[in-house]
């Protein structure tokens, strides 16, 4: 495929996996199992396509409301991720940062996530930033309270964009270009409420476990077909 223009960063809403299972009479659980395979290869099409920037929204702040069950299944999914994954993100160059308040977790997630960031810390190929516990309201919060302390402290003389960008979880990681998000639902659902102030917003219907690398090469079509302005008006060159 020709793309006239790749997005440098890639953020994922992997929605309508609970749906996708519901269709075929099966527990929700079936649907994040097939959608770890479409992680595994929208995780592999972004590097062969050399996107350096990738982020997925596993786990919001809201989850833990989830029945206690299907909340277990899901710590079970990524530690089994992480174990699998580890070799293959040593081998390809790919560096794991988890954004979110992972202290949430239980001990042993919170170790297997720490663990998986220590081992690929050096990659440089792909960044894949996975948000946990994550809430895009309380991030800016703990920026703010992270800014007032800096401020106290003597640390921090002026706020301005720049200085407070580097308080936000996503401090290493340029904002998204496009933002994905399956099964149709027109919500950013408290995600990347800051860094998405210019992000191309790319909507299918497809649910989660069926968009694999076909569905995905579809949305970065369309997003390098996309003239993107960041509120300036183009020069009119008829004069
Ligand atoms: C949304 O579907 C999906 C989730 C809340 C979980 C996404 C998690 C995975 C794909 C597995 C773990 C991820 C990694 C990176 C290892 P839903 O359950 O809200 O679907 P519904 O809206 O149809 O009910």
Known sequence: MNFERLPRHVAIIMDGNGRWAKMRNLPRIEGHINGIESVRVVVETTRELNIPYLTLYAFSKENWRRPEKEVKSLFELL??????????????????????????????????????MEK??????????????????????????????????????????????????TKEIPDPDLL?????????????????????IYITDTLWPDFRKKEYLEAL???????????????????
């Open 79 to 116: 530690d089994t991720y992480l174990d699998r994954e580890l070799p293959n993100m040593l081998e390809n160059g790919i560096r794991f940062i988890a954004i979110g308040d992972i202290e949430d977790f239980p001990e042993n997630i919170q170790k297997k996530i720490r663990h998986t």
């Open 120 to 169: 690929t810390k050096e990659n440089t190929s792909l960044t894949l930033s996975v948000a946990l516990s994550y809430s895009g309201r309380t991030e800016i919060i703990h920026a703010v309270k992270e800014i007032i302390k800096a401020v106290k402290d003597g640390k921090l003389e002026s706020i301005d964009e720049e200085s407070f960008r580097m308080y936000l979880y």
């Open 180 to 200: 994905i998000r399956t099964s149709g639902e027109k919500r950013l659902s408290n995600f990347l409420l800051y860094q998405m102030a210019y992000t191309e």
């Open 221 to 239: 079509l369309d997003y390098s077909r996309r003239e993107r302005r960041f509120g300036i008006v183009k020069e009119d060159s008829s004069g």
